[in-house]
C-alpha cells in the first residue's frame, strides 16, 4: 500500500509593518505653533471656542422653535399674561390732530382684537394710520399702563378738485384728502377735470410766477390733459398755452398788462393766449350785460391794443 504525502504549502512571509507617516504629528505641531502665536492664551481661545458653539447651538434652537410656533406662542401666553396683569389699551392720545376726524384715528388704532399693550402691533397701526388721507406722517407709542400715543403730522388743504360731479379737498401734491360738498368746501381754488389734482403743484408753480392774480383766482381747469383754463373771481377766463414754460410766460404777461391797464373786473369774458402771437379778448354780447360795463370792457379793449402797437 503506497503512501501520499500531502505537502502544505508554505505560508507567504510578512511584509515588515511600514512605520506611520508623521504627517499628523507634522501638522499638530503647526497647528500648536499658530495657536502659540496668538495674542491670547490657549485658555482664553479654548473659552471664545465653547461660547462660540453655545452661542450656534442657540441660534439653531431659536430658529427651529420659531419654525414650529413656539416663539409665537410664547409670545402670545406674555400678551395674556401682561393683560391679565391689568395692562390693557384703554386710552388714545392723539397729538397734533387740528383737522382731522379724532374718532377716524380712534376706530383705526383701537381696530386689533387683542387689546393687550403687549400684544398691540405699533407698526400695523401706523401703517393702518398712514392709509387715512388726512395723515402725511403718524408715530406710535405705548404709555404704560394703559395708553396709546399716536402723534400725527396733518396734511394743509390747498385746493379742492371736480372730477365726475365730486368734489374733494386735496393737498399741494394733489393727494385726496376727504369728501365735501358744495355747502362745507372752504374758500380755496377749484382745480377741474381729470387728473387736475396730479397738477396741483404744477399749478403752485405757475401761479408763484404772478402773484398779484394768485389772490384773485377762483379755479383753474386742466383742459385735455395738457393746458389751464384760469378762472378769477371777477368772472373771467384766461386760456393758458400748453407747456410750462409758455404758460409761465404768458402768465407773467397777463400780470403785467393787467397791473398796467386793469383787465380783470371790466366785464371782458375771456382772454385767450394759447396762441404766443396773438392776445385775443372775447367780449359780452349787446344786451348780456349793462351798456356801461360792456363800454369799459370796450375801453380795455382799446388800451390793450394801443399798448401792444407802442411795444411793436
Do not use: C
Not at 500500500?1 to 500531502?6: C, G
Not at 379724532?102 to 387689546?115: E, M
Request: aromatic share 4%; glycine share 6%; charged share 30%.
Amino acid at each position: 500500500m503506497s503512501s501520499t504525502k500531502i505537502r502544505r504549502a508554505k505560508a507567504p512571509p510578512r511584509r515588515p509593518a511600514r512605520a506611520p507617516k508623521k504627517r499628523r504629528k507634522v501638522q499638530q505641531s503647526r497647528l500648536n505653533a499658530i495657536i502659540n502665536a496668538l495674542p491670547i492664551s490657549p485658555q482664553r481661545l479654548q473659552k471664545i471656542a465653547n461660547w462660540t458653539v453655545g452661542v450656534s447651538l442657540f441660534a439653531v434652537a431659536g430658529l427651529a422653535a420659531h419654525a414650529t410656533g413656539v416663539t409665537a406662542k410664547i409670545h402670545e401666553e406674555y400678551a395674556q399674561a401682561v393683560g391679565r396683569a391689568g395692562f390693557q389699551v384703554r386710552k388714545v392720545e392723539v397729538v397734533g390732530a387740528d383737522r382731522i376726524d379724532r374718532l377716524k384715528v380712534y376706530d383705526i388704532a383701537l381696530a386689533q382684537k387683542d387689546r393687550s399693550m403687549a400684544a398691540v402691533d405699533l407698526e400695523d397701526v401706523r401703517r393702518d394710520l398712514m392709509r387715512y388721507g388726512w395723515i402725511k406722517d403718524a408715530r406710535v407709542s405705548r404709555r404704560l399702563p394703559d395708553t396709546l400715543v399716536i402723534d400725527i403730522v396733518e396734511r394743509t388743504p390747498a385746493a379742492i378738485w371736480q372730477h365726475n360731479n365730486r368734489l374733494s379737498l386735496i393737498d399741494d401734491k394733489g393727494v385726496v384728502l376727504e369728501r365735501v360738498t358744495v355747502a362745507t368746501m372752504p374758500d380755496l381754488p377749484l382745480v377741474i377735470g381729470p387728473r387736475a389734482n396730479q397738477r396741483a403743484q404744477d399749478l403752485a408753480r405757475l401761479l408763484s410766477e404772478a402773484s398779484s392774480l394768485k389772490e384773485l383766482l377762483a379755479g383753474a381747469t386742466w383742459v385735455g390733459n395738457r393746458r389751464w383754463d384760469l378762472r378769477f373771481r371777477s368772472g373771467e377766463t384766461l386760456s393758458l398755452p400748453e407747456g410750462e414754460e409758455a404758460a409761465k410766460a404768458a402768465l407773467a404777461k397777463f400780470a403785467h398788462m393787467d397791473g398796467a391797464n386793469r383787465l380783470l373786473g371790466r366785464g371782458i369774458l375771456r382772454f385767450d393766449m394759447r396762441d404766443p402771437a396773438r392776445f385775443v379778448l372775447r367780449l359780452p354780447h349787446e344786451g348780456q350785460v349793462a351798456p356801461a360795463q360792456l363800454d369799459d370792457a370796450r375801453a380795455a379793449v382799446d388800451a390793450v391794443a394801443a399798448s401792444q402797437s407802442n411795444e411793436g
